[in-house]
């Protein structure tokens, strides 16, 4: 889009398309002092350049009557493609007649100026149009960069919380994200439903990160209680049933921000995530809709995945018994909304979190949404949100038509992924939390698994990752090829990816 000349200063680069050569050395004699010009001499040319170069472009100057593409094709062309949402167009023409110069701005001509012109005007018109995209590109990559930073703060906060709950409550890291998941989406789906509860897409963005904090009041239960793998006495369960008023306690005193529209709303969903549509829920007993929406919605996703996750105490029940328990009233009485809402978006339910649970570790992600920023700010989070679902199904597709079962194992959030024949065959999760703490995990591979997995890569090298491990849990199978996982620009590896040929191949 510019250049830079001896002088240190910018120049922007100009498409001159016009078929006659007279009008085109004239407009480059006016404007080359001050940009770098590029002519076409008709609009199939001025396409061609486009297709190859558009983002080098600050404007197009743009004749109407030419051979083979007149200007309005190059216009209807450049909106098909979208490059005249931020290639700005000034049309020059001598048919300067009402409804010629109306169809110009329909098809989103930025100015439009008649022959014969003035020098001096074109060189100005030309000047604050420039300047003006400039300024709106500006202002486009500073609200990005601050929406940006944003989402990284609230999804850092869900990262911390998830952690303190996977250290601190023995259930999975990924409970906290698979929370903020499934309220997100019975939220929208809500909203879609009624106006009643006013939930606009700000209100359901601040409900979906407050709802990483609902259980944070279980922090000051103690250890034997909350870990607890058998069933809980009276009284050990009303210690339990402490943790909303705790948690609600907390976010009260905090010194600074409690009046936060985030510390409000994560309040009310600490405080009564635990309430009942009937009344018969606790702490208060709040019955309907006195129950603020957030931690009603919440409610019905803590169960959800309670349910559908391992427990210490339980084992997970499937995607269709836990809609079932819900729907039927096996686990309480919901809002009879919300459960229509259930019902619509069950089946997005499944891949939503396989999404959340494997793009959990990714430790590339950040990194790509950072390169997107950085090519296009007003559309890198729709090209990042393609990025990772091609990848994810280009990754599958492969994983489903190869005789092998492969696996990762990263270290840093302790979770072993395996492949959906991998999965089959072994009777394991594709994404298992805490591989040695699962019980099905450990008779397959053993509880020292992961440990041995990772000493054995530790003793690599970035230059030279590959090593073998000489147990396979497969009878007929060879031994376990991996790779080791290095970080690049530190001496620390982050975790393996190995591959078990099937019995069935050999």
């Keep these: 889009m510019e250049s830079v000349n001896i002088s240190g200063q910018a120049r922007f680069k100009i498409l001159i398309v016009d078929d006659a050569p007279i009008n085109r050395m004239l407009l480059s004699e006016i404007l080359s002092e001050r940009y770098d010009i590029v002519e076409a001499e008709n609009g199939a040319q001025a396409v061609s350049i486009l297709e190859r170069s558009a983002r080098d472009f600050a404007l197009v100057l743009l004749d109407i009557i030419m051979p083979e593409l007149d200007g309005f094709g190059v216009l209807a062309y450049m909106n098909k493609n979208h490059w005249i949402d931020d290639l700005p167009v000034i049309m020059i023409s001598s048919e300067t007649t009402p409804a010629i110069i109306r169809r110009a701005y329909e098809l989103g001509v930025s100015d439009f100026m008649g022959r014969p012109f003035d020098t001096e005007i074109v060189r100005q018109r030309v000047n604050n149009t420039i300047l003006l995209y400039a300024k709106q590109r500006r202002l486009a990559q500073i609200v990005t960069e601050q929406i940006y930073e944003k989402e990284k703060t609230k999804n850092l906060m869900v990262s911390i919380l998830s952690h303190i709950v996977e250290f601190r409550n023995g259930e999975s890291g990924l409970h906290v994200l698979h929370i903020t998941t499934i309220t997100e989406l019975l939220l929208k789906q809500l909203a879609k439903k009624t106006d009643s509860y006013l939930l606009t897409a700000e209100t359901i963005s601040l409900i979906s990160s407050a709802s990483a904090l609902h259980d944070i009041g279980k922090i000051s239960i103690p250890d034997e209680i909350i870990n ?279």
């Design 228 to 506: 607890k793998p058998g069933k809980l006495t009276r009284e050990e369960f009303e210690v339990i049933k402490t943790h909303p008023l705790n948690g609600a306690l907390a976010l009260t005193n905090l010194p600074i921000h409690s009046d936060e529209p985030l510390v409000r709303a994560a309040y009310a969903i600490c405080r009564w995530h635990h309430e009942r549509y009937d009344g018969s829920g606790y702490p208060d007993g709040l019955r309907g809709d006195d129950i603020p929406i957030g931690a009603q919605v919440v409610a019905l996703a803590d169960v959800y995945d309670a349910l559908t996750s391992d427990r210490c105490y339980k084992r997970a029940y499937s995607h269709e018994t836990a809609l079932e328990m819900i729907l039927d009233g096996s686990c309480g009485v919901f809002n009879p909304l919300l459960l229509e809402c259930l019902r619509e978006v069950h089946d997005q339910l499944p891949q939503a979190l396989e999404d959340v649970s494997l793009t959990r570790h990714s430790v590339d992600q950040e990194a790509v949404l950072r390169e997107l920023s950085r090519r296009d700010v007003t559309s890198a989070s729709a090209q990042q949100l393609r990025l990772t679902h091609i990848e994810r199904e280009k990754f599958r597709f492969f994983l489903d038509s190869i005789q092998e079962i492969v696996f990762s194992y990263n270290r840093d959030s302790d979770i072993f992924s395996i492949s959906p024949l991998g999965a089959r065959q072994l009777g394991l999760r594709e994404v298992i939390s805490d591989p040695a703490g699962n019980k099905d995990f450990c008779e397959v591979f053993g509880a020292n698994f992961p440990a041995s997995l990772m000493a054995d890569a530790d003793k690599t090298l970035p230059e030279a990752p590959e090593f073998t491990l000489p147990r396979s849990p497969l009878p007929r199978s060879p031994s376990i090829s991996c790779k080791a996982i290095w970080l690049e620009g530190e001496p620390r590896c982050c975790g393996v990816i190995g591959r078990i040929e099937s019995p069935s191949h050999t």
